[in-house]
C-alpha cells in the first residue's frame, strides 16, 4: 500500500510508476521545470507468481480499491502522462482518483483512465484537471473511456477542468458504453464464434493503456495475461 506518499521530481528528471493491485494509492508528486512523469495505476485480474522476477507483489484486483493521483506542475515545460485500467469482476469495486494543477504555463498533461466492468463490479471515476490563469502556452487532456459488459454493473464518471488562462489547448471527455453488437457480428460472419470474437474487442479495448508501459517485459506479460482473464 501506498499512502500519503509525496514525490518532488527535480529539473530535467523523469519519474516513471507502475501501481499494480493496490488496496491503496495516494501520492502527490511536486514538478519541477522541465521533468517528465509517468504514471500508471491498474486494477487486473493477474498472478503474482508470473511477476516474481520484476518486482510484482500483488495477485489479484482487491475486493475495493481507492488510487488517488495528484500531480502538480510547478515549473515550466513539465509533461505529465496517467494511465489507468481497472478490469472489474465479482463485486469488485474500484475509485480512481486524478487531480493535475498546471501552475505554470509551458507544460502539457495527458490522461486516460479505462474501465472495464463485468458482474456486479462498481467503478468510479474523479478527473480534476486545473490550469491556473498564469499557466499559458498549456496543453491538456483527460479522457476517460468505460465498457460494461453486464446489467448489473455501474460506472460513474465525474470529469472537472478549471481553466483560467486564455492562451490553452485542453480537452476532456467520457463515455460509457456496451461492446459493438454489429462488430461482434461482422466477426462472427467471419467465422469468429462469439466468445473468441468478444474477447478480442475487449482485449481491444484495453491494450492501449497497457502499450503505454515503458518496461518491456512487463508491458507484455500483462497483455498476456489479459488475453487469458478474457471469457
Known amino acids: 500500500m501506498v499512502n500519503d506518499q509525496i514525490v518532488n521530481i527535480k529539473s530535467g528528471e523523469t519519474y516513471e510508476r507502475v501501481f499494480l493491485n493496490e488496496l491503496e494509492v495516494n501520492i502527490h ?56 485500467l481497472a478490469f472489474l469482476h ?16 509551458g507544460g502539457t498533461s495527458d490522461q486516460l483512465i479505462k474501465f472495464v466492468l463485468d458482474e456486479h463490479s462498481r467503478g468510479r471515476f474523479i478527473g480534476d484537471l486545473k490550469i491556473a490563469q498564469d499557466a499559458q502556452k498549456t496543453e491538456a ?9 453486464s446489467e448489473e454493473a455501474e460506472m460513474r464518471t465525474q470529469p472537472q477542468l478549471e481553466i483560467y488562462a486564455d492562451d490553452v489547448k485542453a480537452t476532456h ?11 461482434l457480428f461482422y466477426m462472427q460472419q467471419r467465422g469468429i464464434d462469439k466468445q473468441k470474437a468478444r474477447q478480442l474487442l475487449v482485449g481491444a479495448f484495453m491494450k492501449d493503456v497497457l502499450a503505454t508501459i515503458s518496461d518491456e517485459t512487463l508491458r507484455e506479460q500483462l497483455l498476456h495475461s489479459i488475453d487469458g482473464e478474457i471469457e
Open 141 to 149: 487532456h483527460q479522457t476517460n473511456r468505460n465498457l460494461v459488459l
Open 90 to 105: 465479482g463485486e469488485e469495486s474500484v475509485t480512481t482518483e486524478t487531480h493535475v494543477t498546471h501552475a505554470v504555463g
Open 29 to 84: 508528486i511536486i514538478q519541477e521545470a522541465g521533468s517528465r512523469v509517468k504514471i500508471h495505476v491498474l486494477n487486473l485480474p493477474v498472478d503474482k507468481s508470473e511477476y516474481r522476477n520484476i518486482g510484482i507483489s500483488k495477485q489479484s484486483c482487491p475486493s475495493e480499491a481507492m488510487n488517488n493521483i495528484t500531480v502538480e506542475q510547478a515549473g515550466e515545460g513539465c509533461k505529465t502522462e496517467i494511465f489507468g
Open 173 to 183: 471527455g467520457a463515455s460509457t458504453g456496451q461492446l459493438d453488437e454489429s462488430a
